[in-house]
Nanobody
Framework: QVELEESGGGSVLAGGSLRLSCKPFEFIVSSRCMAWFRQAPAQEREAVAVIWSVENTFYAESVKGRFAISRDNPENILYLQMNNLKPDDTAIYYC????????????????????WGQGTQVTVSS
């Protein structure tokens, strides 16, 4: 059963943009801590961007100023707008959800997230 449906990955040249989308089927995005993680080959999964409660956000240092996480509450969709993409951004990107209070403790810990998408590949070439 698909709990979070992701879309929007693809291949782009460095400097290009992509927008990832994530739609949950069992809850509303504004009720949970919602995050985008990514995992590159032979690397650990890392939190890229997180949004929870009214407008708490977190961004990994490597994406600050280039990525933006947002929620479309009427459509119940989570987005990740990725601009000025770099080859180092190449990875599988995962949408994830956790109880909001767990992100008050730590938004970065993957173990707090109990819903995960199937992942979408983002490839950035130079």
């Amino acid at each position: 059963q698909v709990e979070l449906e992701e879309s929007g990955g693809g291949s782009v040249l460095a400097g290009g943009s992509l927008r990832l989308s994530c739609k949950p089927f069992e809850f509303i995005v504004s009720s949970r801590c919602m995050a985008w993680f990514r995992q590159a080959p032979a690397q650990e999964r890392e939190a890229v961007a997180v949004i929870w409660s009214v407008e708490n956000t977190f961004y990994a240092e490597s994406v600050k100023g280039r990525f933006a996480i947002s929620r479309d509450n009427p459509e119940n969709i989570l987005y990740l707008q990725m601009n000025n993409l770099k080859p180092d951004d190449t990875a599988i990107y995962y949408c994830a959800a956790a109880p909001s209070w767990k992100c008050d403790e730590s938004p970065l810990f993957a173990g707090h997230y109990n819903y995960w998408g199937q992942g979408t590949q983002v490839t950035v070439s130079s």
